[in-house]
């Protein structure tokens, strides 16, 4: 078979471009027409991209050394010093102080309220009622993350700081700055603005009251500066309700479209003990995460030159190493674009790097059991509690936002099973 002419790739990309309008599908035909290493053929954009799990193992683990989290994009001009971008010591620093309260250890101290605030924007749902699963799943994660991390119950301030950190969230989503980054941006100034005065708020009536036992008074009593603490309270405000929220709204989507699924794991639920989960809830997690994993790509800038077996990548350029394409990569997994959550049964091995949800290595994503534990909760209570019956099944597409979310949202008709009164 003759080689693929660039001309041909550059048309089929722009047919897919034009038909899907994401970059996800131009994405996919160049990992299946180019390889594992390619470089996006735009004008004034045309960083490295990466799939695969010997390329994963590099930046991940055995050369990342030779790659910088830190790079001029809009993320970095949000979070600042936030432990997300910053490299060596400085990284390690923040990652230390912050790391003990994400633990598995400590997880179990946060079910009950974790479970409250489930049942506190549930109790706003009316049985036949028409709801958004990617809006009520955002309300209950920033919630959640607000309370668990900060000691503060955000429930009166989700009117206040709901516009405004969903434009934070926008903000640092791609779009056009990708090609022109100093394309003008006045239409941000003032809602981050309101994020930030929000946060240092909480920060200055903690400094005014007595100590806590979490995060936001560890950092305080570490000697962190207002502007520090706010940079890492800004980014697991958004790393950690917009990642849960995406999560647990694919859950939802992908259950919707696999009602037999969802059957047997509303089954399962109910002949489990309260406080245990069947096998199947985990399953279907993992499922989720490997086929819509929230961060779907990993930003990079190439400090060294770096060889994978598809190409070498020259430093100074960027590079970004796709999860979403290893997760659907053909030679690791059988059936790749299905949803099969029995692949993830017990006993059952994935190659090494070949599934990162959370990333890898050293930095894997520091809220990575917490994520799980909080999407475990929720999605227990809500199916042993509630019936959830797609209303756009088979019609919600993938977006690269901040987080790869379900558009255009998850909507479903929910009631409260019979006999269900909420009990854990």
């Known amino acids: 078979m003759p080689p693929v002419s660039q001309a041909q790739i550059g048309r089929e990309v722009l047919k897919v471009l034009l038909k899907e309008r994401s970059l996800l599908g131009p994405l996919r035909v160049m990992f299946a027409r180019v390889g594992r290493v390619f470089q996006i053929p735009l004008p004034f954009f045309h960083p ?11 930046v991940l683990v055995t050369e990342r050394h030779k790659l910088r989290w830190r790079n001029a994009d809009p993320v970095t001009d949000l979070l600042r010093q936030g432990v997300l971008i910053t490299d060596g010591p400085e990284h390690d620093h923040y990652r230390a102080l912050m790391e003990p309260f994400l633990l598995p250890g400590v997880l179990p101290g946060y079910k009950a309220m974790i479970q409250a605030q489930a049942e506190r924007v549930s109790a706003t749902w009316q049985d036949g009622q028409s709801i ?79 100590a806590q036992p979490d995060l936001l008074g560890h950092l305080m009593e570490a000697g962190m500066d207002d502007g520090r603490i706010r940079d890492q309270m800004l980014t697991m405000l958004i790393a950690g309700h917009d990642t849960s929220t995406a999560l647990l709204s694919w859950v939802f989507a992908l259950l919707g479209d696999h009602p037999e699924v969802q059957a047997r794991l509303v089954s399962d639920l109910d002949a489990a003990e309260a406080d245990s989960y069947p096998h199947l809830l985990d399953e279907v997690i993992k499922e989720a995460l490997r086929l819509y994993p929230p961060i779907h ?42 949803f099969c959550p029995e692949r993830f049964a017990r006993g059952r091995k994935q190659p090494p790097f070949a599934y990162l949800p959370f990333g890898g290595g050293p930095r894997a994503c520091i809220g990575a059991a917490f994520g799980q534990a909080e999407a475990r909760i929720l999605m227990a209570w809500l199916l042993r509690e509630y019936s959830f019956e797609p209303l756009n099944a088979g019609e919600v597409h993938a977006h690269m936002g901040a987080t790869l979310e379900p558009r255009p949202g998850v909507r ?13």
């Open 297 to 338: 790509i990993g930003n990079r800038v190439v400090a060294e030159d770096i060889e994978f077996e598809g190409g070498r990548v020259p430093a100074g350029e960027r590079m970004f190493y796709s999860i979403y394409l290893t997760h659907r990569d053909p030679q690791s997994w059988d059936r790749p674009d299905d």
């Open 48 to 58: 490295y991209v990466v799939a695969g799990p010997e390329a994963a193992r590099k």
């Open 412 to 424: 479903v008709r929910v009631a409260r099973r019979a006999g269900r009164g909420g009990e854990a």
């Open 132 to 210: 958004d699963l990617l809006v009520e799943f955002r309300k209950m994660t920033l919630l959640i993350v607000i309370q668990a991390l900060f000691g503060v119950d955000a429930w009166d301030d989700i009117p206040r700081i709901w516009k405004p950190i969903l434009k934070a969230i926008e903000y640092v989503s791609p779009g056009p700055w990708i090609l022109w980054r100093n394309i003008p941006r006045p239409s941000y100034k003032k809602p981050l603005r309101e994020v930030d005065d929000y946060l240092y708020g909480i920060i200055s009536a903690r400094r005014a009251a007595p």
